[in-house]
Every structure is written in structure tokens, then in C-alpha cells.
């Protein structure tokens, strides 16, 4: 019994320390901290929208056998993964969807927003419109679409 369970703990730390290794660097959005140490690389002015994992957000609906899939497109009835983003981190607070001119990583301060990190991509984004994440459908109705100053900071 004693060695089961040292073979257990030893597996799930194993778990953590190797779970954390492959993950792209986030910054915490909302009131959260990271703050960038250097100075931003640009400011632009950009179309900020919102968005959450619902399935109007996300393009997503359920099949027959209640299973999350692509609601329509050309990849229409496919599987989908529900709150995973582009880079494969579960979507929260401080997730932005970005054009793909701005790598994975990148760093992004929107006033009335917050810190965020650039995790996912849109297909109807240009350069200078990025889309921010919210937990409920509601906040990101209320966030709707603004134009605001935002501060980038690219990965290095």
C-alpha cells in the first residue's frame, strides 16, 4: 500500500512539472498582474471585441450524439474542442485572438481590459482588430466592439 501511494505522488508531480514545460507564456488579464519590465514595442489603435466559448462566439453546436462540433464552414460537422484556443491553452480571462501577424506570446495591454496574451487566432481578424476573452456571454455583449489605444509588446 505504501508503495502504491509513493508510486502515485511521484506520478503526479511528474504530471505537473512536465505539464507546465510545453505551455506558452501567459500574462493574467482583468486586474491581473505581468505587466511587461520593458517598454511596449508599439502602440496601434485597434477594433477590440469580445468574445467566450459559447458556441455563437465560437462557431461550435452539438451532433446527434451530443459531441461539441464546427457548427458551419468548410470543416462544418468536424469535432471541436471547446475552449481550447490556436496554441492549445484552455481559453481564460487575459486570452486574446489576434491576426497572425502577432506570434503566440505576444503581449497586449487594452485599456478597461487589461494585461493579455495573444493564444489564439480569428479567421475574420485583420491587423488591427484583435478580440479579447470573457468568461460569460453576457460580459463579452457588454464589452461589444471599441476602438482603443493598445500597447504591444512581441515575444523576444
Excluded at 70 to 82: D, F, L
Amino acid at each position: 500500500m505504501r508503495n502504491k501511494l509513493y508510486l502515485v505522488a511521484t506520478l503526479a508531480l511528474c504530471a505537473m512539472v512536465f505539464s507546465s514545460c510545453a505551455t506558452v507564456r501567459r500574462v493574467t488579464g482583468i486586474g491581473g498582474e505581468g505587466k511587461p519590465s520593458r517598454r511596449p514595442d508599439f502602440e496601434r489603435s485597434m477594433e477590440v471585441s469580445a468574445f467566450c466559448s459559447c458556441g455563437k462566439c465560437t462557431n461550435w453546436t452539438r451532433n446527434w450524439l451530443g459531441k461539441p462540433v464546427v457548427a458551419s464552414g468548410p470543416n462544418r460537422g468536424q469535432p471541436k474542442k471547446v475552449g481550447i484556443t490556436a496554441s492549445g491553452e484552455k481559453a481564460r480571462p487575459g486570452t486574446i485572438a489576434a491576426h497572425k501577424k502577432y506570434p503566440f506570446g505576444t503581449v497586449m495591454y487594452v485599456p478597461g481590459y487589461g494585461y493579455g496574451t495573444v493564444q489564439d487566432r480569428g479567421g475574420a481578424l485583420g491587423e488591427d482588430h484583435i478580440d479579447v476573452y470573457f468568461k460569460s456571454h453576457g460580459d463579452a455583449l457588454k464589452w461589444g466592439r471599441q476602438r482603443l489605444p493598445v500597447k504591444v509588446w512581441l515575444p523576444r
